[in-house]
C-alpha cells in the first residue's frame, strides 16, 4: 500500500495568514493526488485533485502543487470557514489511501 | 445536482454482517461513467477506502477487507450496497457513500459524498 504522511498534524493560524500543508507519498504517485476539506460533522469536500486542478464552486484562495511524491496544498489568505481539517489522497494504485490529515485551528 | 444518502443500522453485533445502502438522487447510477465507493471514518484516525463498483458492476476492493466485503448495485432503485461480513468493534465507524467519476485520463476523486452513518458494532 502507498502511505501518504501529512504534515503538520495541526497548526493554529489566523485570518488572512497563508497557510502550507504538505503531503508526501512513500513512492513516486505521478499527480494522482486528491486535496479534501471537511469541517466538523460534515462530509470531506473536494478541493483540488490531479495535484493542481481545482474543483468546480472551490475559492480560488486554495491552490496546490506537486507531483512524483511531494504535494502541497496552499491557502493564501485564510478565512474563517476554513477552519478544518485537510486530507490528502492518492488514486494512484488501489487501495486508495489517505493522509492522515492536518488540523487547522485558530 | 447528484445527492447521495446513507442509510442501515446503526447497531450491529459483533459477528454478524454489517449491511448499508446509498441510495443517489439525481442522477442514474448505471449511466455514464462512475464509480460508487464506499469509504470509512473510525473515530479519531483516518479515512480508509473500502471498495468500489464501476456503473459496469466491476468491483475494487480494499485487500485488508476484501473477504469480508461486497459492494453490489440495485440499478431498478438507483442505489448501491455494501455487506461487511463478520464484523467486530474494530468496524464501528462513520461510513460514507461517495461518487467518483471515470476520468478519461485516469484520475479518480471524489466530488460528491453521502452524510455519512455511524455504525457501532457492540453486543
Known amino acids: 500500500d502507498i502511505q501518504m504522511t501529512q504534515s503538520p498534524s495541526s497548526l493554529s493560524a489566523s485570518v488572512g495568514d497563508r497557510v502550507t500543508i504538505t503531503c508526501r507519498a512513500s513512492?513516486?504517485?505521478?499527480?494522482?493526488l486528491n486535496w479534501y476539506q471537511q469541517r466538523p460533522g460534515k462530509a470531506p469536500n473536494l478541493l483540488i485533485y490531479?495535484?493542481?486542478r481545482f474543483q468546480s464552486g472551490v475559492p480560488s484562495r486554495f491552490s496546490g502543487s506537486g507531483s512524483g511524491t511531494d504535494f502541497t496544498l496552499t491557502i493564501s489568505s485564510l478565512q474563517p470557514e476554513d477552519f478544518a481539517t485537510y486530507y490528502c489522497?492518492?488514486?494512484?494504485?488501489?487501495?486508495?489511501?489517505f493522509g492522515g490529515g492536518t488540523k487547522v485551528e485558530i | 445536482q447528484v445527492q447521495l444518502q446513507e442509510s442501515g443500522p446503526g447497531l450491529v453485533k459483533p459477528s454478524q454482517t454489517l449491511s448499508l445502502t446509498c441510495n443517489v438522487s439525481g442522477g442514474s447510477i448505471s449511466s455514464g461513467g462512475h464509480y460508487w465507493t464506499w469509504i470509512r471514518h473510525h473515530p479519531g484516525k483516518g479515512l480508509e477506502w473500502i471498495g468500489y463498483?464501476?456503473?459496469?458492476?466491476?468491483?475494487y476492493y480494499n485487500p485488508s477487507l476484501k473477504s469480508r466485503s461486497t459492494i453490489s448495485m440495485d440499478t431498478s432503485k438507483n442505489q448501491f450496497s455494501l455487506d461487511l461480513s463478520s464484523v467486530t468493534a474494530a468496524d464501528t465507524a462513520l461510513y460514507y457513500c461517495?461518487?467518483?467519476?471515470?476520468?478519461?485520463?485516469?484520475?479518480?476523486?471524489?466530488?460528491?459524498w453521502g452524510q455519512g452513518t455511524l455504525v457501532t458494532v457492540s453486543s
Open positions: 513512492q513516486v504517485i505521478s499527480t494522482y
Open positions: 489522497q492518492q488514486t494512484y494504485s488501489t487501495p486508495l489511501t
Open positions: 461517495a461518487r467518483a467519476p471515470a476520468d478519461s485520463s485516469g484520475y479518480r476523486y471524489f466530488d460528491y
Open positions: 463498483i464501476y456503473y459496469s458492476g466491476k468491483t
Open positions: 490531479a495535484a493542481s
